[in-house]
């Protein structure tokens, strides 16, 4: 039997927004194929609607979904049995100047911070960015991928999707390997491999952009720290270090002058790291569309086509938010949220 929803791209959006749908009472099944470089497992996990340019709106939808996160992840551990660090502790940046802090924030004086994190080797100006923080997206992704397999409404495919033919009251979709499944409704979630699929209704205007990431030996610090040329998140017993912004297609590869720049910004912000040793160096592809901001909502012209992809890189921070909108969506109801500017029209 034909499931009522077929969902492209089994990362961290494609997964939670298939629970989500069989949460509402649908059937449902994932095509991916797990891709190198694929952003959900190489994320550094912040959640930080706060640090940024974003205006009021975005933040707004951003922090909306940052509150979903300790319901969200307490369900899923009850349904797999994996638990799932979550940090709503605040995250500090560290900030070149004085000007004034966003409503949200408090201004640290030196000694406050320090006080905070004594290792930090930081004399500018502080603020502290309270509710935001950080969840370990590793956990997260093998959460979601267990309760996807444990749950009997959802059934998951092996398979790049190569191309999809929407109609005006369903769609078929072909892998690469040549079968052809049939839904009433495809959500569109397949990171930045998105705009490859054949038969989309419009161009998805979403584009790889490398990230490069590193993991020293040691954790001084138990707040995120969002630095002038990098961020530092704490993972367990160790560090966790990014991130470049490249356009460079679909290369993952890392690279040498990365990797220096990268130790660079970590030991200037905290020197105890100098001589850590690197216990991990990755890349992931964030799909990232021109104006930063996402594609979420049904294609106007046929309506069987649902855009949950170019997050980004709030993938993870805007993972429940995208999932409560989608589930809503495909059972022909209306958004939990307004939706209207992050719809694939923008670009027409």
């Not at 998105?194 to 707040?223: F, N, T, W, Y």
């Not at 309506?303 to 909108?325: D, F, M, Q, W």
Request: with cysteine.
């Amino acid at each position: 039997m034909a499931p009522d929803v077929i969902v492209v791209g089994d990362g961290v959006i494609g997964l939670a927004c298939a629970l989500a749908i069989a949460r509402a009472g649908g059937t449902c099944r994932v095509l991916g194929q797990t891709e190198r470089g694929a952003a959900s497992a190489a994320s550094g996990g912040l959640l930080a609607p706060s640090i940024g340019s974003a205006d009021a709106d975005f933040r707004a939808f951003m922090r909306s979904s940052r509150d979903r996160y300790p319901t969200w992840v307490r369900w899923l551990a009850e349904r797999t049995g994996i638990d799932i660090t979550l940090s709503r502790a605040g995250i500090i940046e560290l900030v070149n100047d004085d000007r004034q802090s966003p409503s949200s924030a408090n201004s640290l004086d030196s000694a406050a911070l320090h006080s905070i994190e004594p290792q930090l080797a930081w004399s500018g100006a502080a603020r502290m960015h309270g509710d935001d923080g950080f969840v370990d997206n590793v956990r997260l992704l093998a959460a979601l991928n267990e309760a996807v397999r444990c749950e009997w409404s959802i059934d998951s495919g092996d398979g790049r999707v190569a191309s999809i033919q929407p109609g005006a009251n369903g769609c078929s979709v072909s892998t690469e390997d040549g079968r052809t499944q049939l839904a009433r409704t495809v959500v569109i979630a397949a990171g930045a491999w998105s705009a490859l699929i054949a038969g989309l209704p419009r161009p998805i205007p979403v584009e790889p952009v490398r990230g490069q990431m590193l993991l020293l030996h040691g954790c001084p610090i138990s707040h995120a720290i969002s630095a002038p040329d990098a961020y530092l998140v704490p993972r367990g017993v160790g560090t966790l270090v990014g991130s470049t912004l490249e356009r460079v297609g679909f290369d993952s590869t890392t690279t040498t002058g990365a990797k220096e720049r990268l130790r660079t910004a970590a030991v200037t912000a905290l020197p105890s790291l100098a001589d850590a040793e690197v216990n991990g160096f990755w890349a992931g592809l964030r799909p990232m569309t021109p104006d930063s901001l996402p594609l979420l909502g049904r294609d106007p012209d046929l309506r069987s086509v649902i855009y949950a992809c170019g997050h980004g890189k709030n993938g993870i921070l805007l993972a429940p938010i995208t999932a409560e909108v989608v589930a809503a969506l495909a059972a022909d109801s209306s958004a939990p949220y307004d939706i209207s500017r992050y719809s694939i029209e923008r670009f027409d």
